[in-house]
C-alpha cells in the first residue's frame, strides 16, 4: 500500500520531470517563434498596431489566433477575409456597414474627420493585421469542410462573385459589395445596384458618391472620400449596369 | 473559532461576496448585450463589461482564498495568526487595488490581455500586496507548534500562484510571445497552482468533517496533486495548439491535458469516500454538501468539459467559440468559486457562535446555483456547438450565426437568473451570521 512518504516522493518527482521537460520545450519553442511568426517582418508599424489593439482591449470583443471574446468575429485572417480598402472604410465608422446590428465602437483615432492622425494609425492597425496572418498557426483558423448550398452573401472577393463582378473596379469589389449586390451577390445593407444606371443620371450617381449626406440627409450610406480618378472608374462601371 | 485572529477572515468573506454579486451584474449586461439589448454600449461596451466581469472573478476568488487561509492556516499552525494588523492593512490595501483596477476599466485603464487586464502599475501593487499576505501566511506557520501537509500544500499553492504571475508582467514587442506566457499565468494557474490551494482546502474541510484520520487525507492529497502537476504543467500545450509556436505541442498538449480530468477525478472520487467513511455525521450539512459539490463539479466542468474540447483534432474547431465560454463557466464556478463558498459555510458558524446552516435559505441557495449554472452552461454549449458548424464547419458569416443563435442567449439569461437567486440567498444567509463573536473565546 501507498505510504505518505512514497506519496510525497511521486509528488515531487512528477512536478520535477514535468517542469524540466517544460522549461526545456519553452526554449525549443522561443527558438523557434521568429522564424514562425516571420520576426524580421516585425516593424515599427507592426507594434505600433499590435499597441492599437492592446490599449484598445480589442480581445474583449474579438479573438485573435483564437483568443479573446465571442462577441465579434475572428480576426486573424481578415485581410484575406475583407480586404484592406474594406477594413479601412469600416473603421472609420464601424456602425455605418452593420445598422442596427451587434455594435462595434466607433474609435475617433481611425476616424480622419476627428483625428489627424488616423490615417498612420490605420496603417498601423493594418500592418498588424497583414504581420499576424503570416504566422504559422499549425492551420487555425481551418477552412470550412462541409459543402452546404447556402444562399448567404460571399465575402467580397470570394470565388463565386468573380463572375458575378466581371469588369468592377477593384475599389467596388473590395468596399461597396460589403453593403450592396450586383448579380445576387454582396452584402444587402444597401440596395441591389443591378440597373442602377436606369434609374439616375451619371452626375447624379457622382453627386451621391462623393457626399450621400449632401444629397440624400440622414442615409445611412458614409461617404468614402474617394480620390476623382476612383470615383471617375466606379460610376463608369455602374453605367454598365443597365 | 480557536483564534481570535481568525475573525479576520470574515472581512475577506464579505468582500469576496459582495464582488461576486457585482460580477453577476456585468455577467447580465453582456447576456443582454447578445440579445440586441445594448443600450449601456456608449458607457460600459463589451469589452468593459467583460473585462470587469472576468477581473471580479479572479479577485473574488483570490479575496475567498486569503480568507480561507487567514482561517485555515492559524488553525493548522495552531497559533495567532503572526500579525493581524498587517492583515487588515492588507485587505484594505487589496480592496483599494481591485477597486481601482475595476474603475479604471471603465476608463480604458487597461490592457487588452485576457484575464490580465490589470495595468502594469498596478501589479507592482498586486505583487507587494501578496507578498505582505504571505509573509504573515509563512511567519505564522514558522512559529506555529505544528506544520502540517494541508498547510504546507496550501502555503506552496499561493506562493506559486503569486510567482506565476511574474512572467504575465514581462515586456514583449511580439503579440505571439505575450500570448505564450500569458498562458503561464492563466493556465498554470487554474489547472496547476490553483489546484493545489483547492486541494489543500478540501482536504481541511474533509478532516474536519467527516473525522477520518488526518494521515490518510493528506496522503492522497499528495497523490492528487501529484497528478496536477504531472499532468497540469505539460498540459499548458492545449493552448499553443494554434497561436504560433511548433506542431509538437499538438502532441505534448493533447496527451498531458488529456491526463488533467485524472486529478479532478481522484478529487471527487476521494472527497466522496471519505465523506462515506467518516464516522462522524457533522452537523452542518450544507458545509460538508458545498464540499462535496464543488469536488464533483469541478470534475465535471474542468476535467469533463475541459476533456471534450481539448484533444487536437476537436479543439481545431472549437477553439475561440462559445465552447470555451462554456467550459470556463462550469470550471471556474465548481472549483474555484464553490470551494470559497464551501469554506465560508464551514467556518461562518464557527467564526460566529450562531447556527445559520438549518432552513431553506441555506439549503436552496446550494440547488439554485448549482441548477442555474447547469442551465448556462447549457445555453452556452448549444450556441457554442451551433456556432462550430454554422460558422466555422459551413463558412456562415459570424454575424448572420449569432444572430440564428440569439435565441439561446435568452436561455442562458433565464438560467442566470436562477443562479443569481441562488448567490442572493447565499449572501443573505452570510449576512444573518452576522459579525464575528470573539467574546467566548476571551472568556
Ligand atoms: C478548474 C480548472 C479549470 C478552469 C477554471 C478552466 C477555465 C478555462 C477558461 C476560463 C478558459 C478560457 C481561457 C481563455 O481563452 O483565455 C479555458 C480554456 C481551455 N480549457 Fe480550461 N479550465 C480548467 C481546467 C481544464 C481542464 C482540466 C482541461 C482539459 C482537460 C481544460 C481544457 C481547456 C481547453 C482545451 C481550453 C482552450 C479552449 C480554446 O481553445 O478556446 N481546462 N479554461
Ligand atoms: C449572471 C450570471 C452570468 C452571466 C449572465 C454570464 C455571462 C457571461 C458572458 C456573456 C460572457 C462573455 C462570453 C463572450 O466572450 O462572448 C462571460 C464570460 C465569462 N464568465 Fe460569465 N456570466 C455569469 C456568471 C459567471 C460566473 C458565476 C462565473 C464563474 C464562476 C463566470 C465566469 C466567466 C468566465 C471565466 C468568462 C470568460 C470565459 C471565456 O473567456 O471563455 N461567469 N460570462
Ligand atoms: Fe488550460
Redesign the interface.
Known sequence: M???SG??A??LG??FL??T??VL?TL???A??PE??N?EN?TEEV?AG?KI?????????H????????????LTRVIERRGTPWIREFLKDPQKF?PG???M?KYDFFDPAVDPEADENLDHILA?FAW?QE????????K?????Q?A??P?PGAASAVDAWAGAPDYFKAVCTGCHAVAGQGGNVGPALDGVATRYERDYLVNWIADPQAVKPGTTMPALGLDPETLEQIVSYLETLK | MKFKSQSISWAFFAAALGLFALQLVYGFIMGFARVGMDGLHEWIPFNVARAVHTNLLVVWLITGFMGAAYWIIPDEADRELWSPKLAWIQFWSLMAVGVTAVIGYHFQWWEGRKFLEIPRALDWLVVANVLTFLFNILMTIWKGRHMTTTASVLFFGLLTAALLYLPGMITFESAVLDSYFRWWVVHLWVEGVWELILGAVLSYLLIKMTGIDREIIEKWLYVIVGLTFLSGILGTGHHYYYTGAPRYWLIVGGVFSALEPLAFLGMAIYAIAMARKGGRDHPNKVAMRWTLGCAVMSFIGAGFLGFAHTLPQVNMWTHGTLVTAMHGHMAFWGAYAMMVLAIIAYAMPQMTGRVRYRGWVAETSFWTTNIGMAGMTGAFAVMGIAQVYLERKSGMDFLDVQEAIEVHSWGLILAASLFAVGALLFIRNFLSYGRPNTEELAA
Open positions: 501507498l505510504s505518505k506519496a510525497k511521486f509528488f512528477g512536478t514535468c517542469a521537460a517544460f520545450l525549443d519553442t522561443l523557434q517563434f514562425r511568426s520576426e516585425l507594434i499590435w489593439w492592446e490599449r484598445s482591449n480589442c480581445m474583449g470583443c479573438t485573435l489566433m483564437g483568443e479573446g471574446a465571442y462577441y465579434a468575429p475572428e452593420f446590428r451587434r455594435k465602437i498588424f499576424i504566422v504559422d498557426t499549425n492551420g487555425f483558423p481551418p470550412p469542410d462541409i459543402v452546404t447556402q448567404a452573401a465575402m
